[in-house]
């Protein structure tokens, strides 16, 4: 499955609650990425990575956290400030200014 | 910061016509153009990349054109087949950005049979 993979694959949140998404490849990759997918709202980047232990805010970054310990790992906390946090959440990696490849992508839900 | 529109948002075309989807970038160094397919429920995937050094690139029924001075790119898909339904993405990563991508909102295509 290319080497990129996401879990879980459903989530479920309780208000107030932080989850965490797993995010690992085993492709080498430098680069790592958190997008947030929305209905009608495209792939919007939520983090990113170039190296290990070193981390950028995409464009909606408020309410969400991320480390980069470890190369081939990505994790990403939806915290309990984001206040709309159903959605699809895909992560992806790339090397150098290539191809990115993404993981099946997590489906998380307030209930 | 940078911006991808694309457009149109939904397209709906006869089998065995042809399909064009735009994009515009903000980021005039941007340098790498990335088309990705996403199928319903699924992980979008490439289908399709073009570097600013080169205009036009194809690849069987797919293709793809640069015009940096309007910072314009565009997908053409010829002899559309009803498997072609889905949504596309186009990207625009570059230097400025480090290796970034930001992608456009998303064109919903319908191929009818």
């Known amino acids: 499955d290319g080497g990129i993979t996401q879990s879980p694959k459903y989530l479920f949140r309780k208000e107030g609650q932080n989850v965490t998404l797993s995010c690992e490849q085993n492709l080498n990759h430098d680069a790592m990425y958190w997008y947030r997918q929305d209905p009608g709202q495209g792939l919007r980047l939520i983090y990113y990575?170039?190296?290990?232990?070193?981390?950028q805010k995409g464009d909606i970054a408020e309410g969400y956290s991320v480390s980069r310990e470890k190369k081939e790992s990505f994790p990403l906390t939806v915290t309990s400030a984001q206040k709309n946090p159903t959605a699809f959440y895909l992560c992806?990696?790339?090397?150098?200014?290539?191809?990115?490849?993404f993981g099946q992508g997590t489906r998380l839900t307030v209930v | 910061g940078e911006n991808v529109e694309q457009h149109p948002s939904t397209l709906s075309v006869q089998e065995g016509d042809s399909a064009v989807i735009k994009c515009t970038y903000s980021?005039?160094?941007?340098?790498?153009f990335p088309w990705y397919k996403q199928e319903l429920g699924k992980r979008p995937q490439l289908i399709i990349d073009i570097r600013s050094n080169v205009g036009e690139k194809k690849d069987q029924r797919i293709a793809v054109t640069l015009n940096k001075t309007a910072k314009h790119f565009s997908l053409h898909i010829t002899e559309t087949q009803p498997e072609d339904s889905a949504v596309y993405f186009c990207?625009?990563?570059?230097?400025?950005?480090?290796?970034?991508?930001?992608f456009g909102a998303g064109t919903r295509l319908f191929v009818k049979a």
């Open positions: 980021d005039s160094a941007s340098n790498y």
């Open positions: 990207g625009s990563a570059g230097h400025t950005g480090g290796f970034k991508t930001i």
């Open positions: 992806a990696s790339r090397y150098s200014n290539t191809e990115a490849f």
């Open positions: 990575s170039q190296i290990v232990n070193d981390f």
